[in-house]
């Protein structure tokens, strides 16, 4: 393959137009149409650019195949993506588990004070590993804004049918604790410390689920290389929207999270405030669904 054909490859794989790589690449879409048709050709500046954006080498790029050469993981994009999932994944049900912890120390002869101040280790840890991850794929997409889809039909096949039953455990995990609640109930009489144990314990089947939805999400947004490559190379109009999401949503989180500790500090009932992260949680997902660039 030639270079205009090696870059209409890699456009076409990125799923970005013209317009998009001649922003990236800062020049104009007319000039991108001419490498393309092989009428032009561009400066060792800008082939260095394509090969830093697009993760190929000047040799291939320029008298090799750039699509045999893509159907191998260069940058480490699936052992990123693999353990990114499992960070945010455990740091989101140790969140929860943490709550159902503090009600089941509630029942011990522990203080209430160490109960809480162990609720809130966890969830510093919990924090601390959320935001940094966060930092690391976004650096990560930034050295690698655009990667070929190097995942088989067999591979994607075989995933989705794990995807199905992370998402039908998650589902059938907290059914089964609602069953568990109905079930201790009327063997158990309903005081404490009774109603502590079988809270906290839904809690935790509830913290396992929820660590499986997120888990399958993330994973179900590695499979899909087009939507990576189309959030990272976003047109003018869906950078505003984007940002405008991540703003509207990074403060209804500050905002939960600044609620859940004025009422624990203030009435002591930590399991009684945690029910602000869900209500965050639905409140930026409904406000990603409305903004959303890609909607249409």
């Known amino acids: 393959m030639a270079f ?13 137009t013209q317009e998009q790589l001649a922003e990236q690449l800062e ?35 320029l008298r090799g195949s750039v699509e045999a050469a893509s159907v191998e993981d260069t940058v480490g994009y699936d052992v990123f993506m693999n353990r990114f999932a499992k960070r945010i994944s455990c740091s989101i049900g140790a969140i929860i588990a943490a709550v159902a912890l503090l009600v089941l120390l509630e029942i011990t002869a522990l203080s209430e004070m160490l109960g809480v101040a162990v609720m809130l280790l966890i969830i510093t840890i919990a924090v601390v590993v959320l935001v940094a991850s966060g ?25 989705h049918r794990r995807f199905i039953w992370h998402i039908a455990g998650g589902v059938g995990a907290i059914l089964f604790g609602v069953v568990l609640l109905i079930l201790s109930f009327t063997v158990f009489p309903e005081q404490e410390p009774y109603e502590s144990i079988v809270a906290s314990g839904f809690l ?6 929820v660590m499986s939805f997120v888990y399958a999400g993330i994973q179900q947004d590695k499979y899909d290389i087009s939507k990576y490559n189309r959030d990272n190379n976003p047109t003018p109009e869906a950078k505003k929207r984007l940002h405008l999401i991540g703003t509207l949503c990074g403060c209804i989180m500050l905002l939960a999270t600044a609620i859940f500790l ?6 002591g009932e930590w399991h009684n405030a945690v029910w602000v ?5 639905i409140l930026c ?5 409305a903004l959303d660039p890609y909607r249409d």
């Not at 205009?4 to 970005?16: D, K, M, T, V, Y």
Request: charged share 20%; with cysteine.
């Open 204 to 209: 935790f089947i509830v913290a396992l689920a």
């Open 135 to 159: 930092i690391e794929h976004e650096h990560f997409c930034k050295r690698h804004p655009s990667i070929a889809d190097f995942y088989s039909d067999e591979e994607k096949e075989a995933f």
């Open 262 to 267: 004025g009422v624990g500090l203030l009435t």
């Open 4 to 16: 205009p054909e090696n870059l209409q490859f890699i456009r076409s794989h990125a799923g970005i």
């Open 27 to 61: 020049v104009s879409r007319q000039t991108v149409s001419k490498w393309e048709s092989g009428a032009s050709f561009p400066e060792m500046d800008t082939l260095l650019r394509i090969c830093d954006l697009y993760d190929t080498n000047l040799d291939t790029l």
């Open 285 to 289: 997902g409904v406000i990603s669904m």
């Open 277 to 281: 992260f869900p209500v965050g949680g």
